[in-house]
């Protein structure tokens, strides 16, 4: 393989959430990128210069990639061919039936065998099922006549980043390589440590693929584990941060996160259905999802208990703070849920433009934070827009009661605050 500089790495699925901060890292380590993306107007964007997500550092690294020539973007799966390193980082939904859709992946290999060459590294990053870069393998070497570990060299090596902070961790988390061999572990592994400072793990494929699920899955349970505390405690009037935090401090077999209503996303949603799909047994991932997904109607339950509700506002509609990401966000289950109550609803979100009109929500009788942005730090400024002494907010993150000592379960109005 071609020395750093003179080397060509294609990046299939490069507009995306992930992909798109990879090429970033790539180019600025000196590759010569060429980044593709079915999406033309996403790619027109992209070579302007102009950043589509939010993710810190892009901008500067975006521009100063293209004005030098060494980052492309297209949709011409042609200009990818005679790479040096193939990496496949698109996205891998759920049907509608809850089933994996590998497919995608697997017919970006059957429908552009042009990409494929001898002595080429083939990294899969995107998520898939426990065997799927077998499945790859195996359709490679029918397809092409070579043999992997001899005239190419597939690994499974997943993106484990936090969406905003991918230009970092990709540079510094540690690189876990599924690999058939030695020998397209050690090419993967010297391709990786041009960029990365940590170390890289050789795993077999299928351990890569399901520490890539767990990783996520791990974390959602957790906090459906908190969720389910919070339920618990609010039975007993007991206020669940107070537990937490008390529990949690200076105890070094517990760390339970907070709980709160809009526990989803793109990759904690649907990896479960990813780890769930081949097993007998998936009682604890799936009551996860039942949980996390019934929190926004259990707060609704209770607001609907102390007042009918006219007029609500939800803060916060992408599936993170401070992100413009709104995939599988909880917040649209609760909207949805709302206009089943025949409810007005405001949406406010910072990041959104379409919902940044904060004076819509003069009037609201319901104010409920589903994900809280820096920006809703100033509780007195949505307070004078709200305007409603008698309107409930809805603050399962202890996002506002940092002293907990308005209400147990995050539920008061705002004459509750003023009165203290």
Known sequence: MEEKNNRKVVVIGAGGHVGFPLSLVLADADFNVVGIDINKDLIEKLNSGIVPYVEDGAEEILKKSIKKGNLIFTDDFNKGSESDVLIIIIGTPIDDNLNPRIDILLNVFKNHKNLLHKNQLIILRSTISPRTTELVKSIIEEMTGMKEGEDFYLVFAPERVLQTKAIKEIKKLPQLIGSFNDESYEIAKKFFQEFNVNKCIKLK?????????????????????????????????????????????????????????????????????????????????????????????????????????????????????????????????????????????????????????????????????????????????????????????????NFWDENENISNDGIYKISDIRRR
């Open 205 to 397: 494929p299928q351990e890569a693929e399901i520490g890539k699920l767990i990783t996520n899955m791990a974390r959602y349970v957790s906090f459906a584990l908190a969720n389910e505390f919070y339920i618990i405690a609010d039975s007993f009037d007991a206020n669940m941060h107070k537990i937490i935090k008390a529990c949690n401090l200076d105890y070094p077999r517990l760390d339970l996160p907070k709980p709160g209503p809009n526990v989803g996303g793109p990759c904690l949603y649907k990896d479960g259905y990813y780890l769930l799909e081949k097993i007998q047994f998936p009682e604890i991932i799936g009551t996860a999802f039942k949980i996390n997904e019934s929190i926004p109607r259990y707060l609704l339950n209770k607001v609907q208990k102390r007042q009918q509700i006219k007029k609500a506002g939800i803060l916060g509609m992408t599936f993170k703070p401070n992100c413009d990401d709104t995939r599988n966000s909880l917040s649209y289950k609760l909207r949805k849920q709302l206009q089943g109550l025949r409810a007005e609803i405001v949406e406010i979100d910072p990041y959104i433009p379409e919902f940044n009109d904060w004076k819509k929500l003069k009037g609201v009788d319901t104010l409920i934070l589903m994900t809280p942005h820096k920006e809703f730090r100033d509780l007195d400024k949505i307070i004078k827009f709200v305007n409603n002494n008698d309107c409930i907010i809805v603050d399962m993150w």
